[in-house]
């Protein structure tokens, strides 16, 4: 009984994590790009387990920088996962809490891209014209 109890309550727990990152990743993430274009530079958090703001448009020659705001550790991968090679100059290192890259976007394009260690809830996309 004892077993099922603990079973039961393993159950729970991982329930309400998942349903409580898919509420972050709501309360965060967005579904639309957010037009920045004019901006020299961008910043995009990583931050309950997603980039803010998730897509966003920008002009050539735009410098992007992450910061991981999170407590552990996320990274910049350009799709698809796991090669990473749509657009591999853009791919980063892991990054540690605070610890931040850049990238300059030199070429119009789309830029889909995720966090490796967390490819299926960290989603990200870069619009450049």
């Known amino acids: 009984m004892k077993k099922i109890i603990i ?7 991982f329930t309400a994590g998942y349903f409580y990152n898919k509420k972050i990743q709501t309360d965060f993430g967005t579904t639309t790009s957010i037009d920045m274009a004019g901006k020299s530079e961008v910043v995009v958090e990583m931050t309950g387990f997603a980039f803010v703001p998730e897509k966003i448009t920008v002009n050539k020659g735009t410098k992007i920088i992450w910061i ?10 350009s799709d698809p ?11 980063s290192s892991d990054l540690s809490l605070d610890q931040s890259y850049s990238f300059i976007f030199e070429k119009e394009g789309v ?19």
Do not use: T
Request: aromatic letters at 10%.
């Open 7 to 13: 079973f039961v309550f393993i159950v729970i727990l």
């Open 81 to 91: 996962h796991p090669e990473h090679s749509l657009f591999p100059e853009m791919n």
């Open 68 to 77: 991981n705001k999170d407590s552990v550790g996320h990274s910049i991968k």
């Open 111 to 129: 830029y889909s891209y995720h966090c490796d260690p967390h490819p299926r809830i960290m989603k990200g996309e870069i619009i450049v014209k």
